[in-house]
């Protein structure tokens, strides 16, 4: 009896040491990561996430957006394990052991555009008379050589990152006044606003006119007269575009590391063209 129950014992206690190790080894290679931040990101890590996930079984992958202030917060708290984002952390934090903390992957660049109602019948802004819009001083479209119609400003969230770019590229550090016009938290419902909105302008990522369907209802709009495409940015001779980071808390392991690698493949380059971002290495 005491040999069956030693043998009961030693099985017992055989089964809970693998368990222990299989657990161990699954929290070390991150079979499920976690994800969150840029809404302009989201698309390409989700669509290389898919493919991902299909290549390893097993392997899960969330991605959320939310913005690339909370992919920021959210990776640097451990929510997340990366957090995407469209400007530098250093912008954002101004914790200088919290930044040592994380790692910074640029993965592409994004262009934007200022997208105005397709009954605005302007083809380009100045930087100058971007900034007098946004901030309050320039009211009506005639004063920018337009038809006599009020502006209408839509705003993007503070943890915005392509808020973030705007204000660092175009607007040149000013804050818009959010006092005037509305605020849109996502990049789909300030796409939706425009279209339905008389007289109204804000930015988007070039991105999402990567089909013409997208373009109905919408004026894109020059800047010093100079179009928002890949040559030009990539030429440097067109100013609204970010770097695309991926954020990591210390250097990444296991599986993050092997995803993250990833997103730097000929098969992920493929994915950011398609979507209309410009792969990382293209940059001058």
């Known amino acids: 009896m005491k040999k069956k129950s030693l043998k009961y014992v030693m099985i017992f206690s055989m089964i809970s040491a693998i368990a222990v190790i299989f657990t161990g080894c699954s929290k070390a290679n991150h079979k499920f990561i976690t994800i969150s931040g840029s809404s302009v990101l989201q698309p390409i890590v989700k669509s290389a996430a898919d493919i991902f996930m299909e290549k390893n079984l097993g392997v899960q992958i969330s991605v959320q957006g939310g913005g690339s202030g909370t992919g920021l917060s959210q990776v640097v708290s451990g929510a997340v394990e990366i957090g995407n984002s469209d400007l530098v952390a250093l912008d954002k934090i101004n914790d200088e052991n919290i930044l040592n903390q994380l790692v910074d992957h640029k993965i592409a660049v994004s262009g934007f555009v200022m997208v105005a109602n397709d009954e605005v019948k302007i083809k380009s802004l100045t930087k100058k008379q971007i900034q007098d819009i946004f901030t309050g001083k320039i009211i009506n479209w005639k004063e920018v050589g337009g038809e006599d119609v009020n502006i209408e400003v839509i705003n993007r969230g503070k943890s915005s990152g392509s808020r973030a770019t705007f204000i660092k590229t175009i607007m040149d550090g000013k804050l818009e006044n959010l006092q005037i016009g509305t605020v849109q938290d996502s990049s789909g419902a300030v796409q939706k606003s425009i279209k339905e909105t008389k007289g109204s302008i804000s930015y988007l990522a070039t991105s999402y006119f990567k089909i013409e369907e997208a373009k109905e209802g919408l004026n894109i709009l020059k800047i010093n007269n100079v179009e928002g495409n890949t ?15 991926m954020y990591t808390k210390g250097k990444p392991s296991g599986t993050i590391k092997k995803f993250i690698d990833y997103m730097y493949s000929p098969e992920v380059k493929k994915i950011i063209e398609d979507n209309g971002y410009i792969p990382i290495n293209k940059m001058k």
Do not use: G, M, Q
């Not at 040559?231 to 980071?245: A, G, L, Q, T, V």
């Open 231 to 245: 040559k030009n940015i990539i030429d440097r001779k067109y100013p609204f575009w970010s770097y695309e980071h």
